[in-house]
């Protein structure tokens, strides 16, 4: 019993001894997790997260290469705030610093009337002192300003070197700025002349040591050109300048393309230079040289702001004044301008005269002879006011030795130009000559009333002014694309269909021939295509022939309803050109087709026919007649224009005859027929027969055309 006791003791210690064992394991584990994990996240939430952090037991373990020794410090101090600094094991690190850049050495000098300053970094081993008194010599009075900083730092390659041949090179320039840096020596300098510049730049270039790299700005003043002066020539040996003057690069350029364009061959030269009379110069010699190139013999001179310009005899008086014209009224305002025609011998003086001509879009350009600078600029004033502010370019001269009341005469023919819509008017001593179109069929009575009025009655005139219809306003006439735009709205909104491959006009059609006939009204000045067209169903032949007789069968409709068809070609393009897709019925009807194409914008007279210029272009075209089967007919059956605006109006006019007068007018025409001539009637001799009681005369003719 006693052994049984003493066993079940010792197990009881053993037993005791193992939980203990495991409860006090247990215990360090929980307390080595929580206190790294407490000081983990103290470590990341103050930025040491390069701190790598272990337990063992109670002992914390800090390792990890902190950036700086400073912040390695700081990071320990936190972990003590957290754990007892006893059971802190601290194997920290911190990075190997790098090598402290040197820095970029430069040396500035800078040498004018005021001595030499130094700038910049240097090494400290440089003999700062022994630079100052090498450059004292060279400053003189003024001496030498050292602002330089030296650094510990060794001297960098081909320092030395660059830094003696930047000295050497201030020793020589006394206006310079002289940049060093290793390897590097940069030169801007000012000298006295273009000579010495070239000078300087050679002597740099030659100097520099071969393992060093050179940059210089060497510049030299202008020189003063008194007076500025530019001289061009075109003779038989060509053009070319006598001397050329420029105040920048950018008008250098500018002239001597001016040149290049008026003929000049070869290198050109324009010397740059101080002293130009304008800003204008490039502007007033790219004119002058212009105009000596339009003249082609004689020369051109400028001294300053004056302009002397020769052109020999050759040069037509014409010429002579268009160009001088030209160039007189639109040079700058500063430059003037003498000209002279050199006379031709025992030649007659040619006769004084001012041109306004006026385009169908309002350009209005006026040339000639005016008595002075003063009425120049009264008859472009006048011209402005006229005939529209924008639209005015004058290009006339003075001439001093102009008749007495020419400024009147000039001033009057613009006033008559006024009445144009495009024309001249031609001004000389002992006639207005006035010639172009209008709108207005009074133009010459009003033209007339207006010299008149101004020169009086016994003013010699030629007026040859036309009226179109078509410019005058009350008249309101459609222009050519108009025509064809309402002429296409029309078959837009009724199309002319035909039978089935056939060129015949189908019946549910005819109001669309109604339609088109009216949409010709005042149209039948312009010549336009009716363009047939087909889908792709049949060989390709017969769908172009077909689309032929059927653009032709158009115009005979057209024809039929009284509309004058001089101004229409039948053109037939087959399957060509379709609109829609030709694999649906859809498409196919689209494709069948009549269109109506612009050929000319001008209008023809009225009544004439455009034969001549289709046959000349091998296109087909229309005469005026048409026979049964849709092709144009024969010469000798070709009614004449009159008789098928007679045949068109008659119905009109016989609206109201009795049965017996169209028998009766029947009768007369078998009469006719049976009577019939043996030749042809033609367009130049017509059939004649004497009128019956029973003949169908037309309604009285209005007196006023414009109405009614």
């Known amino acids: 019993m006693r052994t049984r006791a003493t066993l079940l003791t010792i197990a009881a210690f053993v037993l005791a001894l193992v939980v203990s064992a495991v409860i006090a394991g247990g215990a360090a584990t929980v307390i080595e997790k929580s206190t790294k994990q407490e000081v983990r996240v103290a470590m990341e939430a103050q930025g040491y997260g390069w701190m790598n952090i272990h337990t063992d037991g109670l002992q914390v373990v800090l390792a990890g290469t902190a950036p700086t020794e400073a912040e390695r410090f700081r990071a320990v101090s936190e972990v003590d705030k957290y754990v007892d600094s006893s059971r802190v094991v601290d194997n920290t690190d911190t990075e190997v610093a790098k090598d402290i850049t040197p820095p970029a050495f430069s040396l500035e000098m800078l040498r004018n009337e005021n001595g030499i300053s130094l700038i910049g970094l240097v090494p400290a081993s440089i003999d700062r002192k022994a630079i100052v008194e090498k450059l004292s010599k060279v400053a003189g009075e003024e001496g030498v300003t050292d602002m330089l900083e030296s650094a510990d730092y060794p001297m960098p390659g081909n320092w030395d070197e660059a830094m003696q041949f930047g000295l050497r090179t201030l020793e020589t320039l006394p206006r310079s700025k002289v940049s060093v840096t290793a390897g590097q020596v940069s030169v801007q300098a000012i000298t006295d002349s273009v000579a010495e510049k070239g000078r300087v730049e050679t002597s740099l270039a030659r100097s520099r040591p071969s393992n060093l790299k050179l940059d210089f700005d060497i510049s030299a003043p202008r020189p003063v050109i008194t007076p500025f002066t530019l001289r061009f020539i075109v003779d038989k040996d060509g053009a070319r300048f006598d001397a050329c003057s420029a105040d920048t690069e950018k008008a250098r350029d500018r002239i001597l393309a001016a040149a290049r364009a008026a003929g000049a061959k070869g290198t050109l030269s324009c010397t740059i230079g101080m002293g130009t009379p304008s800003t204008d110069w490039a502007t007033a010699a790219e004119m002058a040289i212009k105009a000596m190139g339009q003249l082609g013999a004689g020369s051109v001179t400028f001294s300053d702001a004056d302009i002397a310009l020769d052109a020999k005899p050759t040069v037509p008086q014409k010429t002579f004044?268009?160009?001088?014209?030209?160039?007189?009224?639109?040079?700058?305002?500063?430059?003037?301008?003498?000209?002279?025609?050199?006379?031709?011998?025992?030649?007659?003086?040619?006769?004084?005269?001012?041109?306004?001509?006026r385009d169908g879009k309002g350009q209005v350009e006026l040339k000639g002879r005016v008595v002075d600078a003063r009425q120049r600029e009264a008859v472009e004033s006048f011209a402005r006011a006229k005939l529209g502010h924008d639209n005015v370019h004058g290009a006339t001269r003075v001439d001093k030795e102009l008749p007495a009341g020419w400024p009147v005469r000039t001033l009057a023919g613009i006033e008559a130009l006024a009445v144009l819509h495009d024309g001249t008017v031609t001004v000389t001593p002992k006639k207005i000559t006035v010639s172009?179109?209008?709108?207005?069929?009074?133009?010459?009575?009003?033209?007339?009333?207006?010299?008149?009025?101004?020169?009086?009655?016994?003013?010699?005139?030629?007026?040859?002014?036309?009226?179109?219809?078509?410019?005058?306003?009350?008249?309101?006439?459609p222009t050519g694309k108009e025509c064809v735009a309402r002429l296409n709205g029309a078959l837009a909104k009724q199309k002319v269909n035909f039978d089935p491959g056939s060129a015949q006009v189908s019946t549910d059609s005819l109001p669309a021939l109604d339609a088109l006939a009216g949409a010709m009204k005042n149209c039948t000045e312009f010549r336009m295509e009716v363009?047939?067209?087909?889908?792709?169903?049949?060989?390709?032949?017969?769908?172009?022939?077909?689309?032929?007789?059927?653009?032709?069968?158009?115009?005979?409709?057209?024809?039929?309803?009284?509309?004058?068809?001089?101004?229409?070609?039948?053109?037939?393009?087959?399957?060509?050109?379709?609109?829609?897709?030709?694999?649906?019925?859809?498409?196919?009807?689209?494709?069948?087709?009549?269109?109506?194409?612009?050929?000319d914008e001008a209008p023809v007279d009225e009544g004439e026919t455009s034969a001549a210029d289709a046959a000349a272009e091998g296109e087909p075209h229309w005469d005026?007649?048409?026979?049964?089967?849709?092709?144009?007919?024969?010469?000798?059956?070709?009614?004449?224009?009159?008789?098928?605006?007679?045949?068109?109006?008659?119905?009109?006019?016989?609206?109201?005859?009795?049965?017996?007068?169209?028998?009766?007018?029947?009768?007369?025409?078998?009469?006719?027929?049976?009577?019939?001539?043996?030749?042809?009637?033609?367009?130049d001799e017509l059939p004649v027969e004497t009128p019956g009681d029973a003949t169908p005369r037309p309604k009285t003719r209005p007196q006023d055309l414009t109405k009614g």
Do not use: C, H, W
């Open 321 to 357: 004044d268009d160009v001088v014209g030209e160039l007189e009224s639109n040079l700058p305002p500063v430059f003037s301008l003498k000209a002279t025609l050199e006379p031709v011998p025992n030649a007659t003086a040619a006769e004084a005269e001012f041109i306004a001509t």
């Open 531 to 599: 363009a047939g067209y087909t889908d792709n169903q049949g060989r390709e032949e017969m769908n172009l022939q077909l689309s032929q007789e059927r653009a032709q069968a158009v115009i005979r409709g057209l024809l039929d309803r009284g509309i004058l068809i001089g101004n229409l070609v039948a053109k037939g393009y087959g399957e060509d050109q379709p609109i829609a897709t030709n694999d649906t019925e859809e498409g196919r009807e689209e494709n069948r087709r009549i269109e109506f194409v612009l050929l």
């Open 624 to 683: 005026g007649a048409v026979t049964d089967d849709g092709t144009p007919a024969t010469e000798d059956a070709a009614p004449t224009e009159d008789a098928q605006t007679d045949g068109a109006a008659q119905p009109a006019a016989d609206a109201t005859e009795t049965p017996g007068d169209a028998a009766a007018t029947d009768a007369a025409a078998t009469d006719t027929t049976d009577t019939g001539a043996t030749e042809p009637a033609t367009q």
């Open 436 to 477: 172009g179109t209008s709108g207005d069929a009074q133009a010459s009575d009003t033209i007339s009333r207006i010299l008149t009025s101004q020169l009086g009655e016994g003013v010699q005139m030629d007026l040859k002014v036309s009226y179109d219809k078509r410019l005058d306003p009350t008249l309101a006439l």
